[in-house]
């Protein structure tokens, strides 16, 4: 019989697949789609994935074997791993970023290094940074993450290896599954105990201890022993809740063998017991696009559903789900924030039951490879899998098998674009692919859609179904344009509330109405000034100035999180004249509490939003009238239904309009349509207020007058003739070092050799807005492709000179992250 050999791909930063020999032991049980430990370089032990199998030995090379198989059946299907292909191809990325972004934590195992003193007694000389090490490990901190992150950069690789090579330091390598399964104590009566006269004769012999006869008893009517309607087992938990019985009555009947306790394994996905209900009927505009959707869905795999704010398009995603579950086949419904599950959840849970899965970052990696396997499970087993997951990007790399539909809602938003590491992908776009190599309709829906989404269905590539009425027939709500300026000259200003503001909140609240209020910075001040020397804190980590947190006391950095306690007295000069400047969400709440004394007063941003329930708690909170006052930054603009909000305030929309981005104005206009669309969604038309300094501003009369169109006009002649999405194609070159001057240099040299391709548009090398960020100096480089140009030889062409830059002898320390349709 031929020799097997395992092609794998390792959670590594790496392009290639690795060829393993499969010992005869496993050739029954390797399979592609299965995970496989392997050795890779002379200790490292690694979880790698199967990707396919063959009888061909690689020539001119020692084949190592693979020693262990990790699961019973594949993990993912051939269609999940045509799927990470393309990511690796089209964003310039490797199999190994995929695969670390693809699975979740607990699926991945890891080879942790464990550092150990040798002992020996002959006098060693060491550097200072050896020293270091030495000391972390005579502290007993043996694991060489820990190592690093404590002495951060005064670590060295370098000096670990000298320490290694001199002997005085050895490494162990132990392989570890992150994933352990959740058990709970379940108990059963003894099998022993097959009557009803047997278990009375063995609880008379209890008489003398009555503690545990009464447990007996509290056990056979709990579980209805010898009955019809019996239940076989219990959990522990269950049957001495609400009890006097400690768990060591339950030991003690362990012992006498008339009870049995084992551990089982559980869920740790919360299975809440819904009353199902129907499906509502659509009206007669939601009807008329819902039938709109499925004709264009006969000639074209992607439809864009332009629909208003509180049209109704999540009763139309609901029908569409609905069809695709009769069908047999699942559903995936993309949302941009968590903040958006809290509500839709519900939504979906009332019409599908537990069919539905919810698949987020804040879910502990445990309940993510629980879920992982639930939709998994449904190839085999439909009525334990999952149909529908709803879920934010990562959720596009579940290995569905029977997908039939793709959802993305609010499709314009950034959320959907993964910054870094990578791969620095967009879930929209990766959904249409999804679609594609599916056979499955792809629905993307925004009330504002992205300009290359509506671009793409004036094309022709995508369907187009406009839906521009309010559910209901409400109006859109009104907008009025408030004077930030003229209010300040006038002293009319209470607070950040411009008087027209301040008037509609206080007859809001004498009505019962509730508000949002939007400004797109959290924390009390965006800076501390002294008012002496004019110094302003900044991180030393970063080019940023730090946030003031007036909650905590400190001064802190939102891009490294570096912080300390605001100092008494200026750094610089000593003065204790500190000045806040600007106002973030904090200050806002902080303001408004003497100012509506009697209104109930929540905030909804990072801060605040830490924990797992916070969102659901907040938004509970608003739907159920015990919150008056909203204020939040972008996550209360985000598809959030309250239905007795009146009044939307923008604080601040000078900020939106002047941001130095091709974007900006696009933007602006999608933020502000977003959060006004929160307002008057259920009872009466509701109101909006925009405060600016800019009130002539051309934006923001289009914004008055909701008119996408005339904004999408304008916007597209600017990008036509500028060369910008989606008109052209955008890549970004980021190059980073912690010394600047090797940033310079490698960046120039990138872009000379990019330059001579003279059919790419070069800009830069340039630095950004922060051009330090954790230590490492930033400069970007960004191209301007022509959509005529073939992008995958372009693309060829841009990573064949990162390469070659990288590789040259100055260059080897620096990092080059690629970031193609950077947002």
């Known amino acids: 019989m031929p020799q097997l050999f395992a092609q794998v791909i390792l959670p590594l930063s790496l392009h290639d697949s690795f060829t393993y020999k499969v010992p005869a032991s496993l050739e029954s049980e390797i399979a592609p789609g299965k995970r496989v430990i392997v050795?890779?370089?002379?200790?490292?032990?690694?979880?790698?994935?199967?990707?396919?199998?063959?009888?061909?030995?690689?020539?001119?090379?020692?084949?190592?074997?693979?020693?262990?198989?990790?699961?019973?059946?594949?993990?993912?299907?051939?269609?999940?791993?045509?799927?990470?292909?393309?990511?690796?191809?089209?964003?310039?990325?490797?199999?190994?970023?995929?695969?670390?972004?693809?699975?979740?934590?607990?699926?991945?195992?890891?080879s942790k290094s464990k550092l150990f003193l040798t002992g020996i007694d002959e006098p060693v000389t060491l550097s200072p940074k050896e020293e270091l090490i030495i000391r972390q490990l005579q502290e007993d901190v043996s694991q060489l993450s820990d190592i690093e992150h404590k002495l951060g950069t005064e670590f060295s690789y370098q000096a670990l290896r000298s320490l290694m090579d001199k002997k005085v330091v050895y490494a162990e390598e132990k392989i570890s599954s992150k994933y352990k399964p959740k058990t709970e104590a379940f108990v059963k009566l003894h099998s022993s105990i097959s009557s009803e006269k047997i278990l009375q004769e063995k609880a008379d012999a209890l008489k003398r201890a009555k503690k545990q006869q009464e447990l007996l008893f509290h056990f056979c009517t709990v579980t209805n022993v010898f009955s019809d309607d019996q239940i076989n087992e219990i959990p522990k938990k269950e049957l001495l809740a609400g009890t006097a019985f400690s768990g060591n009555l339950v030991k003690e009947l362990v012992k006498k063998k008339l009870?049995?306790?084992?551990?089982?394994?559980?869920?740790?996905?919360?299975e809440e017991k819904i009353e199902q209900v129907s499906i509502n009927l659509l009206n007669k505009y939601q009807a008329k696009a819902y039938e709109e959707i499925k004709t264009t869905f006969e000639t074209q795999q992607v439809t864009l559903i332009h629909g208003i704010t509180a049209s109704g398009k999540t009763e139309i995603y609901i029908h569409l789900i609905d069809e695709m579950i009769k069908t047999g086949r699942q559903a995936l419904y993309l949302v941009p924030e968590i903040a958006l599950t809290t509500q839709i959840v519900k939504r979906l849970k009332n019409v599908f039951g537990n069919k539905v899965g919810i698949y987020h970052s804040k879910l502990n990696s445990q309940e993510r490879v629980e879920i992982w396997e639930k939709v998994l499970q449904f190839n085999n087993n439909p009525k334990e899998g999952y149909q529908v997951v709803l879920g934010a990007r990562s959720a596009v790399f579940l290995p569905f098998s029977?997908?039939?539909?793709?959802?993305?809602?609010?499709?314009?938003?950034?959320?959907?674009?993964?910054?870094?590491?990578a791969p620095r992908y967009n879930a929209r776009d990766m959904a249409v692919v999804l679609g594609y190599q599916n056979d499955a309709k792809v629905l993307l829906g925004s009330a504002t859609p992205s300009f290359e989404s509506y671009y793409n269905a004036l094309k022709n590539k995508y369907g187009l179904v406009n839906l521009m009425k309010r559910h209901s027939?409400?109006?859109?709500?009104?907008?009025?344009?408030?004077?930030?300026k003229r209010a300040y000259k006038r002293k009319q200003m209470r607070s950040f509330l411009t008087p027209e503001l301040f008037e509609m909140m206080e007859t809001a609240l004498e009505k019962n109405e509730q508000i949002i209020l939007f400004q797109n910075r959290r924390g009390y001040s965006p800076y501390v000034e002294c008012f002496s020397c004019g110094d302003i804190p900044k991180c030393r980590n970063c080019d940023v100035?730090?946030?003031?947190?007036?909650?905590?006391?400190?001064?802190?950095?939102?891009?490294?999180?570096?912080?300390?306690?605001?100092?008494?007295?200026?750094?610089?000069?000593?003065?204790?004249?500190?000045?806040?400047?600007?106002?973030?969400?904090?200050?806002?709440?902080?303001?408004?509490?003497?100012?509506?004394?009697?209104?109930?007063?929540a905030r909804m941003d990072l801060d605040t939003t830490q924990s797992k329930n916070a969102f659901a708690k907040i938004v509970k909170n608003l739907e159920?009238?015990?919150?008056d006052i909203l204020i939040g930054t972008q996550m209360v603009t985000k598809g959030l239904d309250f239905e007795h909000v009146s009044v939307v305030g923008i604080l601040n929309a000078d900020n939106l309009i002047n941001f130095p981005d091709f974007r900006a104005h696009e933007r602006a206009y999608q933020l502000i349509s977003q959060v006004a669309g929160r307002a008057g969604r259920k009872?009466?038309?509701?109101?909006?207020?925009?405060?600016?300094?800019q009130p002539d501003h051309p934006l923001i009369e289009l914004i008055r007058e909701q008119n996408y169109q005339a904004t999408l006009k304008e916007q597209f002649e600017e990008r036509q003739l500028f060369k910008y999405p989606p008109f052209f194609r955008l890549v970004k070159i980021v190059v980073k070092h912690k010394n600047v001057q090797s940033v310079d240099r490698a960046a120039n040299q990138l872009a000379q050799h990019l330059r001579k391709h003279k059919q790419l548009v070069v800009m830069g090398p340039e630095y950004p807005l922060i051009s330090r960020i954790q230590l490492w100096h930033h400069k970007e480089i960004w191209i301007k492709i022509d959509r005529k140009l073939n992008l995958d030889l372009v693309k060829k062409e841009i990573t064949a000179a990162v390469k070659t830059v990288r590789h040259l002898p100055s260059n080897s320390s620096c990092v080059f992250n690629i970031d193609v349709d950077p947002s």
């Not at 979880?47 to 396919?52: F, G, Q």
């Not at 199999?95 to 934590?105: E, I, K, N, Q, W």
């Not at 859109?476 to 408030?482: H, R």
């Not at 009872?683 to 300094?693: A, L």
């Open 402 to 421: 029977k997908l039939g539909i793709v959802i993305v809602d609010e499709e314009h938003e950034n959320s959907f674009k993964q910054f870094d590491p």
């Open 624 to 627: 159920e009238r015990k919150t």
């Open 683 to 693: 009872h009466k038309q509701g109101k909006v207020v925009i405060q600016t300094s």
């Open 39 to 110: 050795q890779f370089g002379k200790k490292k032990l690694y979880a790698a994935l199967v990707i396919s199998l063959s009888d061909k030995k690689p020539e001119d090379m020692e084949v190592k074997e693979v020693q262990e198989i990790l699961d019973e059946h594949p993990i993912i299907f051939p269609v999940n791993f045509k799927l990470w292909q393309w990511l690796a191809q089209y964003y310039c990325c490797t199999l190994g970023d995929v695969f670390r972004a693809a699975l979740p934590t607990g699926l991945k195992l890891e």
């Open 545 to 601: 100035s730090l946030t003031y947190h007036k909650y905590k006391r400190r001064l802190s950095c939102h891009y490294c999180g570096f912080s300390y306690q605001l100092p008494d007295k200026c750094d610089n000069c000593g003065s204790p004249e500190l000045k806040t400047r600007g106002y973030g969400t904090e200050k806002i709440e902080d303001e408004l509490k003497p100012l509506f004394r009697n209104a109930r007063i």
């Open 473 to 484: 027939e409400m109006e859109l709500p009104e907008i009025l344009v408030a004077d930030i």
């Open 259 to 270: 009870l049995v306790e084992r551990q089982k394994q559980v869920s740790r996905l919360e």
